[in-house]
Nanobody, 126 residues
């Protein structure tokens, strides 16, 4: 059974940093493309960042977070991270991690992901 469990969310002030973690189990972690998405109240879930190594290494970021957020993974821990710096109130949302089968789909597309975590709330006050 595949499980993705996010942690690290919280309430912070504008300009602060947070690091989200997503611990995975039940899948061959190094094969999968991993993504972070977020969903604010009343809005659609949107792409934040993605990371893959199979067949080639890449990182991808939404324009709104480029230069502030960094996605990374620790294969020894089967965990993917999202380091978020210089947080803004508009970053407030529930953040989800997701896993995509290798060789399948667009890493920016919600429906192309196979597995999802339950989400973690990030609230940035001004």
């Amino acid at each position: 059974q595949v499980q993705l469990v996010e942690s690290g969310g919280g309430l912070v002030q504008a300009g602060d940093s947070l690091r989200l973690s997503c611990a995975t189990s039940g899948l061959t972690f190094t094969w999968y493309k991993m993504g972070w998405f977020r969903q604010a109240p009343g809005k659609a879930r949107e792409f934040v960042a993605a990371h893959g190594r199979n067949p080639r290494y890449y990182e991808d970021y939404a324009d709104s977070v480029k230069g502030r957020f960094t996605i990374s993974r620790d294969s020894a821990k089967n965990t993917v991270y999202l380091q978020m710096n210089s947080l803004k109130p508009e970053d407030t949302a529930v953040y989800y991690c997701a896993a995509q089968d290798p060789g399948f789909g667009n890493t920016r597309t919600v429906s192309d992901y196979n597995y999802w975590g339950q989400g973690t709330q990030v609230t940035v006050s001004s």
